[in-house]
């Protein structure tokens, strides 16, 4: 048994472990692509719009591998739950700017927004 395991053994069913792992390492692996997808977007375009998108799915990285060291033990539950909502808050917020900035074709370029 790993010894980072049995931190999380109070919350953690050991039956239910792997496959909690096998998901959070998917989802890290998947969001850490997206991101450098983003990233390569990101330097064609060189928008607002695309940086705003790279920043919110640097923070699901972020969150996926919070994620994944609270399961190894490495990030306290109560830091754990910090992190997570405040991304969850972060990227809403980050994702109604985008929306609210981009408005209508007229009223997005009338308000400078760029494409």
Known sequence: MVPAMSVAEGWLDPQLAPVLVAIIVLATIGTATLFVVSVVAYARRRTVRYC?????????????????????????????????HGCDFLIALLLLYVVYRSGTAGAGRAAGFDD
């Not at 033990?73 to 992190?83: A, I, K, Q, R, S």
């Open 52 to 84: 705003l998108i790279t920043v919110v799915l640097g923070v699901l990285v972020v969150r996926s591998v919070t994620g994944l060291g609270t399961v190894f033990g490495l990030v306290p539950m109560t830091l754990h739950h910090l992190v997570e």
